[in-house]
């Protein structure tokens, strides 16, 4: 009893494997149309080696201010070392597209929120948030000048969240980060009579960021807590200087009947 050869079965769609690409995010967030979906963009020296090997994750928390262009400053003179995977994270709050204090950032494109910041069609919202989306990635290539300069590989993350403060704690996590730092005050938070205390997002995510987290302070602020410093130490020696001792009266008859 002889079998006749069976033609092979070429495999149904569903028996393929279908190839995935390696990433760092998950499916739901690789849907860029939602507001609070990831943004990725890569420099020039990770997409030339984008499978190096890496001993840490280090993201840097910027807000596009002047404490964040010192954080990254600092990371690469003190900080970083080679090897590391480092990624800029920003969090946009989505308030701003809605006629919140735009902080002390100087927006180029805060003359067209101006015009458009009553209007209520889909088309005016749109536009807006692309302006602002536009901004936000200059801005932040901007910030990282000095990662390029010392030809650091690097990536740009950029979400967008109405809460800044737990959407980074929760992409620290999500991103299964080494460290994370970040400037003490920024975040659109007034240095103004900060007495060297930390802002609300920085000192939020040291106690809520699941790795440890590096605050970096801004030299205007390192001053002015020295020169608090120096007062303080000035009232206190001021307080405890020695009171001078009152002359005692001896009459001379008393010295008369001792002897």
């Known amino acids: 009893m002889s079998f006749g050869m069976q033609p092979q079965q070429a495999p149904s769609d569903t028996d393929r494997s279908v190839p995935t690409s390696p990433s760092i995010f998950s499916s739901a967030a690789a849907q860029t149309i939602q507001p609070s979906s990831p943004r990725l963009f890569f420099s020039s020296a990770a997409a030339a080696n984008p499978n190096a090997g890496s001993h840490r994750r280090i993201a840097i928390a910027v807000d596009l201010s002047d404490e964040s262009a010192h954080a990254v400053k600092w990371a690469v003179q003190n900080y970083l070392r080679p090897g590391d995977a480092v990624i800029l994270l920003h969090v946009r709050s989505t308030s701003v597209l809605y006629g919140a204090d735009w902080g002390s950032i100087d927006h180029s494109v805060s003359a067209t929120a101006a015009g458009i910041k ?13 302006d602002f989306d536009a901004f936000t990635t200059i801005k932040a290539q901007d910030l990282a000048q000095p990662l390029v300069e010392a030809q650091i590989p690097f990536k740009i993350h950029i979400v967008k969240d109405h809460d800044m403060k737990e959407r980074l704690c929760l992409e620290v996590e999500r991103l299964g980060l080494s460290a994370v730092i970040m400037g003490s ?8 009579n900060s007495k060297g205390r930390l802002g609300s997002v920085s000192d939020y ?6 790795c440890p987290v590096v605050v970096v302070r801004y030299p205007e602020e390192a001053g002015a807590v020295a020169g608090s ?5 000035a009232e206190k020696e001021t307080e405890l200087l020695p009171v001078p001792e009152e002359q005692v009266y001896r009459d001379p008859s008393d010295g008369q009947k001792g002897a």
Do not use: P
């Open 185 to 192: 005050r920024g975040f659109g938070a007034s240095r103004r």
């Open 229 to 233: 410093a120096d007062e303080a130490a």
């Open 118 to 130: 009553h209007a209520n069609s889909e088309e005016s919202q749109q536009k807006l948030e692309d």
């Open 205 to 210: 995510c040291v106690h809520h960021c699941v």
